[in-house]
């Protein structure tokens, strides 16, 4: 049998530089068909991390979803940082490191550890500085990523890859120290199981829910006839009144009302490909069957 939560959220994130970040939204659904609503404030990562923390004092009954990846790709080269003596051995490890290395870094930024002289060699970095290891093409994917490009899911991208719009490496990042800070307050599946009661992290990937939603011309909402639209495919006919319909609004709303369905679904709970060694050393998108 799996958990049934009451609630769930969907925390669109960002790893650009500074404290306040408009690319961070925060949406909570109260349940499959029911319009999700907005947190309206000026979100930082810090204020996030304080936002988990309660809820775990709380024991809210919440499933949070947060659009980040929560590890590196290690599989296809057996580290995530192949021949370097300091690589970690695993993703809670990696979480440490990043934190570490950025110690001096302001409000959960990573610029230390992508500069880092040895570790900068894995990256593609701005201003055409690629790493002597980044590797071929787009760079190395993590299993559930290469699955998903595989299975048409959404357009995966690398970790390692911190150039164009479409990069996710730096929000990435700064997600790992931010999940090393929580120190396993709120558990994220599927490096921890899922408690019996509690809130729970898990990777999501917006892209799937505006896929699966059945929006065509892309998985952008910029108005509030696309935002209805997209809520229309999980059955929710009255979308919320926003000030402004930007792309990260959206799709915390969108993916909260995903995420409230999906939840139920035994099969994206028990991946046939994920073992208990990939959930520790990769971690899975939810989503991802």
Known sequence: MIRRFARFAC?????????RQKGITVAISDGPGRTPRLIERAWSRQAVLDWLIRHARRQSDLLIGIDFSAALPFLDAGAYFPGWPESPPDARALWRQIDAVCAADPHLETGSFIDHGEISRHFRRHGGRQGDL????????RLVERLCREGRHAPATSCFNLVGAAQVGKSSLTGM???????????????????????LIVEIYTTIAARQAGLSGGSKMRDADRLRAGLAGYGIRRAPQLARY?????????????????AAREDLWHPPALSGEIALLEGWTFGIP
Not at 134 to 141: D, I, L
Not at 187 to 192: A, K, N
Not at 246 to 262: N, R
């Open 11 to 19: 925390i669109d994130w960002s790893g650009a530089k500074g404290e």
């Open 134 to 141: 980044f590797g071929a093409g787009n760079g190395r994917y």
């Open 246 to 262: 930007d792309d990260h609004s959206t799709d915390a709303i969108l993916t909260a009302a995903w995420l409230a369905e999906a």
């Open 177 to 199: 120290r931010m999940l090393h800070r929580l120190g396993g307050k709120v558990p994220v599946w599927p490096f921890d199981p899922v408690p019996e009661r509690g809130p």
